[in-house]
């Protein structure tokens, strides 16, 4: 009977496997009619990944389920993990909070890859276009070609000014010159 019980066990594990890729198709689907074009591609294309990744997480939970793990065991899991989230969103020195900010970012949609944003940091600002919007970081094209790589928890506890356009380089500093004997 036991031996029964495995090959039950088996072919429903086996089952959600190939049921994963239809699931995910659909809410491939259902995702795209509900943006309809109003995300950028890259947006697309992250928001497609978290959709894997919390479709995976649940049928792997079910499936922990099925198999026999107990129900208190996910609870310390899923508690564990709020507490590893709330570090993440309240601790700006963890790694984690750079993943939470994206996803702040990915949700939020004033920021855009392409728009030339002005960070202020107290009396100082970065300034550039937004060239790539990573898991951990922003970077940023400025106006010298330089690649500024600014990350996501500092983009997201900072003002952001989403600038019109392209701001104009600024003038070089005259240089002085040195009255007195030449050398």
């Known amino acids: 009977m036991t031996f029964l019980g495995e090959q039950y066990r088996l072919i429903v ?8 890729p239809v699931i995910l198709k659909f809410s491939r ?3 795209e009619k509900i943006t309809q074009g109003k995300i950028d591609p890259h947006r697309q294309l992250r928001a497609e990944l978290l959709l894997k990744m919390i479709t995976a997480m649940v049928l792997v939970c079910l499936l ?11 609870l310390v899991l899923g508690s564990s993990l709020f507490a590893m989230l709330g570090v993440a969103l309240f601790a700006g020195w963890s790694l984690l909070s750079n993943l939470t900010s994206f996803l702040l970012m990915f949700i939020q949609n004033y920021c855009r890859v392409g728009n030339w944003v002005r960070i202020v940091d107290g ?8 060239i790539e919007m990573g898991l951990m970081n922003v970077v940023l094209k400025n106006l010298d070609g330089h690649r500024v790589i600014y990350p996501n ?5 900072r003002p952001v000014l989403v600038l019109n356009q392209e701001p104009s380089k600024p003038k070089s500093p005259a240089a002085k010159r040195v ?3 030449k050398k």
Request: charged share 10%; aromatic share 14%; hydrophobic share 60%.
């Open 29 to 31: 689907r259902l995702l």
């Open 179 to 181: 009255l007195g004997p």
């Open 13 to 20: 594990t086996i089952f959600v496997l190939l049921l994963f």
């Open 123 to 130: 009396a100082n600002h970065v300034e550039g276009c937004i």
């Open 64 to 74: 922990l389920v099925f198999w026999g793990i107990e129900l208190r065991g996910l």
């Open 153 to 157: 928890n500092l983009f997201v506890t």
